[in-house]
């Protein structure tokens, strides 16, 4: 290209609407919508920041980040040469850029987020940073506004990119618990684990015109479904029409709005904050020096008993997914009658379904009576397309939920069975919120002032499994898998194609020591030789005596406590990391 040529290019720009071509200088003006057709093309975070808060009051937020590449993670480029490209493309430390403002007279913190950076993934440090502008907000008690624009979480930071839509998530719970407004701005696009958690559970949710909102991106769900997607599916019409947003606000109108909307807020009294700011996430309470020590009947198993030589030698992660996958793998179900006593099944979300793909009722273990939810698969062909491969619907996930308050207010602990390939993808789940119903829940069991243990029995898939998976302690079976994406979805979109799903297994770390290690998972429940579903008692056997090993410290714990807990565990996924690097293999 001649410098003429480059320069013609810096002074006008194509629209991706109506191919007109336009002035810059005009378009800028016009707060890039396209003056012909209404296109709102995309903006950089700096940008967004400029057009919605008043001049000068812009205070930005220190972004001192947390440690890089946590996973040592390599796909055909190593993460932080793809960290470091996006910096020096975009000119900014991270997908987010946070800080405070005014807006019309109206003090809020922001965070607002870049898609050029990484695709606006969110990883450990992303969430960090919104996490410290929601906890600035609590301190400055005022409102917090999110401007979101991702494809999701984080792949190259595996499963502690899930963490953080929890992390985020019980930040904005302390939002709420204060009568602090909080209230996202979904622009184009905001996809996966940001959908599936702090962009749908604000109290109020805006879309920008044209913006497009979802759990599964539209690929994803023709891929799975083999179906073409409905005119405007997805988009932020589509969403209003299907109860999913307060309403579509076009780019000029946005910051009037939202300084209307602060306007409100400030006029109502606050109610009272009920639950007392956090400790700084490096003063952790261990939970083990809150809890009584453990039953003394000698039920203890051996915990992350992967190397004592009774074990086979480690396997290799692909090796791990095929197992976790196997069609004789204990279920939910079979959990329900070999490890537990009187289950009595619930049904329902109460709103228009009930999800075959997630069971729960109230059973005993040994004697107490405890509510648990777990998904569902089946052995045969035919079991599993009953139960839709365990991917629940948003009625599975709202029953799920239902249950949860449910045991809250009964006062019994929730133990939750993971095992899930994922959140159902299909065209009917986005229509119902899928995005919105995996982020109450996340956001809920942030709060739940009941004992909630989760066991990861089989597959640990991304949102889905972290809807149930919000908890106390968080055990996994020796053989199961937990993981932010599917080896075959990151290999499909990091490597050249999915033949390379074994590569991204390992670069994953997605098997129960890696995450023992990285501290996602407190224990390992061994399994017998050679695998679950070769001995499915011992398996029973293990399960039930790690359940109560677990479980019956917390019952003496107070709610306000285990809250608070709860809240320490997962805050710590990115603040503080030193020490839990996994050694590359
Ligand atoms: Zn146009």
């Known amino acids: 290209m001649t410098a003429a040529a480059g320069q013609e290019e810096q002074l006008w720009s194509r629209c991706a609407g109506c191919a007109s071509l336009l002035y810059r200088k005009r378009l800028r003006r016009n707060l890039d919508v396209c003056p012909e057709c209404g296109e709102h093309s995309r903006l950089g975070a700096p940008e967004r920041l400029r057009q919605l808060v008043d001049p000068g009051s812009l205070r930005l937020l220190p972004d001192r980040l947390p440690e890089a590449d946590p996973l040592n993670f390599v796909d055909v480029l190593p993460y932080p040469h793809r960290l470091t490209a996006a910096r020096a493309a975009t000119g900014l430390p991270e997908a987010v850029l946070c800080g405070t403002a005014t807006i019309g007279g109206h003090p809020a913190a922001l965070a607002v987020m870049d898609f050029r950076f990484l695709g606006g993934s969110l990883g450990a440090a992303v969430g960090e940073l919104i996490t410290r502008t929601a906890e600035r907000a609590l301190d400055d008690r005022a409102p917090l506004i999110l401007v979101t624009a991702s494809g999701g979480a984080r792949m190259q930071e595996g499963a502690l990119s899930l963490m953080q839509m929890a992390t985020v998530s019980q930040a904005i719970a302390a939002l709420r618990e204060a009568g602090l407004l909080t209230v996202s701005v979904l622009t184009d696009p905001t996809y996966g684990g940001v959908a599936a958690s702090f962009a749908t559970n604000t109290d109020l949710v805006l879309a920008e015109s044209g913006a497009r909102m979802g759990f599964a991106g539209p690929r994803v769900i023709r891929q799975v479904t083999g179906r073409a997607l409905p005119e405007g599916f997805q988009t932020a019409d589509f969403l209003l029409r ?344």
């Not at 379904?353 to 089946?378: E, F, N, S, T, Y």
């Not at 009953?386 to 809250?408: D, V």
């Not at 023992?516 to 011992?538: M, S």
């Open 242 to 585: 299907h109860g999913q947003v307060d309403m579509v606000v076009q780019r000029r109108s946005l910051r009037g709005r939202l300084a209307a909307l602060l306007a409100a807020a400030r006029t109502g009294r606050p109610a009272q904050a009920s639950v007392p700011r956090q400790e700084p996430a490096r003063h952790h309470e261990r939970l083990a020096d809150a809890v009584p020590p453990a039953a003394a009947d000698g039920q203890r198993p051996p915990t992350a008993a992967v190397d004592d030589g009774t074990q086979p030698a480690v396997r290799d992660a692909w090796d791990t997914v095929r197992t976790a996958r196997h069609p004789g793998r204990p279920t939910t179900l079979d959990y329900l009658d070999s490890v537990f006593d009187g289950f009595v099944e619930l049904h329902g979300d109460r709103l228009g379904g009930d999800c075959p793909a997630i069971v729960g009722g109230i059973a005993r273990l040994a004697g107490r009576h405890v509510m648990v939810v777990g998904h569902q698969k089946g052995h045969t062909t035919a079991d599993l397309v009953a139960r839709n491969f365990g991917m629940a619907s948003p009625a599975g996930h709202r029953k799920a939920l239902r249950l949860m308050r449910l045991a809250a207010r009964l006062g019994l602990p929730v133990v939750t069975l993971v095992d899930t390939p994922g959140a159902d993808p299909g065209i009917s789940a986005e229509e119902q919120g899928q995005a919105a119903a995996i982020a109450e829940n996340i956001l809920t069991l942030t709060v739940l002032p009941t004992p909630v243990v989760t066991v990861i029995t089989g597959e640990g898939g991304s949102g889905g499994a972290l809807a149930l998976g919000v908890a106390d302690r968080v055990l996994m079976l020796q053989h199961a898998v937990y993981s932010v994406i599917s080896p075959e979805g990151c290999a499909a979109i990091l490597w050249p194609d999915r033949s390379a799903a074994p590569q991204a297994a390992r670069a994953l770390r997605l098997t129960a020591p890696d995450l023992c290690r990285l501290g996602v998972v407190d224990e390992i429940i061994p399994e017998p030789a050679t695998a679950a579903h070769d001995d499915p008692a011992e398996t029973a056997r293990r399960l039930r005596a790690a359940l109560l090993a677990n479980l019956v410290p917390l019952l003496d714990v107070p709610p306000a406590m285990l809250v608070r807990l709860r809240r320490q565990r997962f805050r710590r996924f990115g603040a503080t990391r030193a020490g839990t690097q996994v050694g590359a293999r």
